[in-house]
């Protein structure tokens, strides 16, 4: 890594920032506001399974005015199938309330952490005056947990899937980032936590891969 890397893109969830607890956790105190007690762990598995079941959160053919209310029905769908598979679907009669709060929470800084790491690399890359973008296949309230995080004033370009009509690891979310830069695949790194999405993606798309590899728990 001693050439200079002309940009360097980061991942979000996993590499930056982290969900606090679980996301099982997070939605079973929600639930409860909604007249449902829920077992976070029975949640928090049946969730990861349905979230690796579902398509790619991308959307090539919605016209871009329309991505926000598919992005909410993406999530909103994977919610439903979370609550379906613990058991809880029949007797969740409140949960489009709950779906209109749990989406809006995970807009705000409260269900979210930033690792130990986080602000002591971007800090250190900003003062040696390297830009940084991000490159992630969040959804677009990513552009509210940036800033309620204090991570927007580090990125000059902010890459997500379903503004491209594609995600990671497709190389086109990669070359839509490259082009915000005007800079060729070889000159710039990639930083990711996913060995699919980041690290086989970044690579296949011609750039310094990183692999961070956080620890669970």
Same mark, same amino acid.
């Given at each position: 890594? +001693?050439?200079?890397?002309?940009v360097i893109?980061l991942?979000g969830?996993?590499? %930056?920032?982290?969900?606090?607890g679980?996301?099982?956790? =997070?939605?079973?105190?929600i639930a409860?506001?909604?007249?449902?007690?829920?077992?976070?762990e029975?949640?928090?598995?049946?969730f990861?399974?349905?979230?690796? &079941?579902?398509?790619?959160m991308a959307?090539?053919? /919605?016209? /871009?005015?329309? /991505?926000?209310?598919?992005?909410f029905?993406?999530?909103?769908a =994977?919610?439903?199938?979370?609550?379906?598979?613990?058991?809880?679907?029949?007797?969740?009669?409140?949960?489009?309330e709950?779906?209109?709060a749990l989406?809006?929470?995970?807009?705000t800084?409260?269900?979210?952490?930033?690792?130990?790491d986080t602000?002591?690399?971007? !800090?250190?890359?900003?003062s040696q005056g390297?830009?940084l973008?991000?490159?992630? +296949?969040f959804?677009?309230?990513i552009?509210?947990?940036?800033?309620a995080?204090?991570?927007?004033?580090?990125f000059?370009? /902010?890459t997500?899937?379903? &503004?491209?009509?594609a995600? !990671?690891?497709?190389? !086109?979310v990669?070359?839509t980032? %490259? !082009? *915000?830069?005007?800079?060729?695949p070889?000159a710039?790194?990639?930083?990711?936590?996913?060995?699919r999405?980041?690290? *086989?993606?970044?690579k296949?798309?011609?750039?310094?891969?990183?692999?961070?590899k956080r620890r &669970?728990?």
């Amino acid at each position: 890594m +001693n050439q200079r890397p002309q940009v360097i893109f980061l991942d979000g969830v996993g590499t %930056l920032f982290g969900v606090r607890g679980s996301v099982g956790m =997070i939605y079973a105190q929600i639930a409860r506001r909604f007249d449902l007690d829920a077992d976070a762990e029975a949640l928090n598995q049946a969730f990861f399974q349905s979230f690796r &079941e579902a398509p790619p959160m991308a959307f090539p053919a /919605v016209e /871009v005015t329309l /991505v926000p209310q598919r992005e909410f029905e993406w999530w909103r769908a =994977i919610a439903h199938q979370t609550f379906q598979r613990a058991g809880y679907g029949v007797a969740f009669s409140r949960f489009g309330e709950f779906f209109d709060a749990l989406y809006e929470h995970f807009a705000t800084a409260e269900p979210w952490f930033l690792y130990d790491d986080t602000l002591i690399a971007l !800090k250190y890359w900003q003062s040696q005056g390297v830009p940084l973008g991000l490159i992630s +296949n969040f959804d677009s309230r990513i552009h509210r947990v940036l800033p309620a995080l204090g991570l927007d004033r580090f990125f000059t370009s /902010v890459t997500i899937s379903t &503004e491209v009509g594609a995600a !990671k690891p497709d190389y !086109k979310v990669f070359e839509t980032a %490259l !082009k *915000k830069h005007g800079c060729e695949p070889t000159a710039a790194w990639h930083i990711g936590d996913s060995f699919r999405e980041d690290y *086989k993606g970044a690579k296949a798309a011609g750039m310094r891969a990183i692999w961070l590899k956080r620890r &669970e728990g």
